[in-house]
Structures are given as C-alpha cells and as structure tokens.
C-alpha cells in the first residue's frame, strides 16, 4: 500500500479483547464464561444498529449496561457480578501483540487513531488504563455524530480531520460489518481474522486479511 497518511484502529474486539472482563470472572462464572462474553458482545452489537435505525440513540455505556444487563438475565449469572463486570469492561486487555505494533507504526510517522463506538471517556480511560495514550494522534467517537458504525458519517470523522483521502487511510477491524463499512466508504480497510472465519457478503471484499495485528507491518513499509 503507497501514499498511506494515516492508520485507523477500531477499539473493541481489534486492540482490546472484548471477552477479557467475563474471562477474568470465569471462576466465578463457570464454564459458561465464554458463550455469556459472546452473547453480550453480540446483544450489544443488534442495540447499535437497532437504535440507529430506530433513531433513538444512547451511548455506548448505556448500551454495555444495558445488553449486560439482558446477558445475565439469559445465562442465569447471579446480579451481584453485574457491577465488577462493567468495572473490568472498562480496562479491557490489549491483545498482546498491540504495543509492540504501535510503537514500530509510531516510528515511521503515521498519524495513529481510534475510532470507535466508544464514548470519548470510555475511550480515554481504556487507553490509559493500558499506558497506550502517547501512541494516538486522536481518538475517533461515533458520539459525535449520534450514529453507530457503520453509518459513513463515523467514518467521515477522520477523513475531515486531517484532511485528507479515505484512500490514505488505512483502516483495521476485526468485526467483518466495521470492515465492510470502512471499505464501502474508501478506507483501505483490512480484517484482523483472528478466528478463522468466513467473511460477511456485504458488496465488499478487503484485499488484505491478518490474523494478527503485527502482521501489518508487513503491508506498511
């Protein structure tokens, strides 16, 4: 890829791993711990998109509570977790590879951003949480818009922030819908296929996949 100026990261399920809160809880969960992480994660998605379409929007937390809160209630987790959990939602584990990344990305002086359905606090303190914050030139929240991804007024946000092409913009999700958002907008969009799975047919194929996110190194000179 030539002519790259800025490199976008998606937050949730491509830096952080979103199933780190319910597997730091897995002794007290049990066995289930893994498909109650994947059914939250999923509640919460269908409630972006929902209350986009339906045009009665709240935040991002407001939606993690929310979806959590339905998750319990389906997998039978006794109440009382419901507050550690969304503590620990909000200090998410990094994937292992990604400080290591940012800082060889950081040297070849690309802008470096997020850009998230995240509300901007809960953005700021995730980065910091993991001593990430002086690798990002910006981070990115659809709340300034009102409107979840993948509505392309989120993926504006960048584009007229440095003023720049969505064809200088690298763009990386693991969420194949964010993928296909991105590059249906222009974004040199790649898919951080960590899990083997099958791409979405949403009218748009990124021509690069990894399976992790050190492997961008290998795309950006």
């Known amino acids: 890829m030539e002519n790259i100026k800025a490199i976008v990261f998606d937050a949730y399920g491509t830096l952080f791993d979103v199933n780190s809160a319910a597997e730091k809880c897995k002794d007290k969960i049990g066995d289930k711990w893994e498909g109650f992480a994947n059914y939250w994660r999923t509640t919460q998605l269908e409630y972006t998109w929902l209350r986009s379409l339906m045009k009665r929007h709240e935040d991002f937390w407001k939606i993690t509570e929310d979806s959590l809160d339905k998750s319990i209630k389906v997998f039978n987790i006794d109440n009382t977790m419901k507050s550690e959990l969304l503590n620990l939602y909000k200090v998410l584990s990094p994937y292992k590879e990604v400080k290591d990344l940012l800082n060889a990305l950081k040297k070849k002086k690309y802008k470096l951003a997020i850009l998230s359905n995240g509300t901007p606090e809960l953005l700021q303190e995730l980065v ?4 990430l914050e002086n690798f ?21 946000l960048p584009v007229k922030s440095y003023k720049i ?9 693991a969420n194949t819908w964010d993928v296909s958002g991105g590059g249906n ?4 969009s790649i898919w951080v296929n960590r899990n083997n799975n099958i791409f979405d047919s949403l009218d748009f194929k990124p021509k690069y996949q990894i399976n992790n996110l050190s492997q961008l190194l290998e795309l950006v000179k």
């Open 185 to 188: 907008y222009g974004y040199n």
């Open 136 to 156: 990002f030139d910006n981070i990115f929240s659809i709340e300034t818009v009102k409107v979840y991804k993948p509505d392309s007024r989120v993926y504006d």
């Open 165 to 173: 092409k969505a064809k200088e913009i690298v763009f990386l999700s």
């Open 128 to 131: 910091k949480s993991n001593n």
